[in-house]
């Protein structure tokens, strides 16, 4: 069973390759505000589609607020390329190849196909928040398609998050 990773610790070890071949490396990619690693199921998701379209033509407001954002995945390299490019995901940079044991090191659920469509295994969406210092300021975890963050509210919580300080909450075990 994951063990979901509490706001305030430290995150583990996160390194990918990504689409626009830069690579991904959590302690290295950091951002003036915080990261936000999307993870998506992969490209046989509808939902995924529909949600990392969203979010991509939200990442002017995103990056205006300080913050980098990546979409991740334990699909191949093939499968990434191929949402980037039929979903209409522009400038979204998407990272492939999870491994599902960092996944688990994450917290992040695991699914086994239902379909000739979906890889095994892949990985559920989760949400999660990271400060410059590597450490977690939010997460949330789904174990289906269908229960994802809001971004629009995303972005009114970065702006009530750095006027008022906000601290991480639920850093209680």
Not at 10 to 24: A, I, R, S
Not at 28 to 42: K, N, S
Not at 83 to 106: E, F, H, K, T, V
């Amino acid at each position: 069973m994951p063990q979901s990773l509490l706001p305030g610790q430290n995150v583990p070890e996160l390194k990918l390759d990504t689409v626009d071949g830069t690579g991904f490396d959590i302690s290295i990619d950091t951002a003036d505000f915080m990261t936000l690693v999307e993870v998506y199921r992969g490209l046989h998701c509808p939902r995924c589609h529909r949600h990392l379209l969203a979010l991509s033509g939200l990442l002017p407001r995103f990056n205006e607020r300080g913050v980098n954002v990546i979409a991740i995945s334990t699909d191949t390299r093939d499968r990434a390329e191929q949402a980037q490019q039929s979903w209409g995901l522009g400038s979204m940079r998407l990272g492939y190849g999870l491994d599902p044991n960092i996944a688990r090191s994450w917290g992040i659920y695991l699914s086994k196909p239902i379909t000739d469509r979906e890889p095994q295994p892949f990985a559920e969406p989760a949400t999660f928040w990271i400060r410059p210092d590597g450490t977690l300021y939010a997460a949330t975890y789904g174990t289906t398609p269908f229960s994802r963050p809001h971004w629009p509210d995303w972005l009114e919580a970065l702006d009530t998050i750095r006027t008022r300080n906000y601290p991480p909450r639920g850093d209680l075990e």
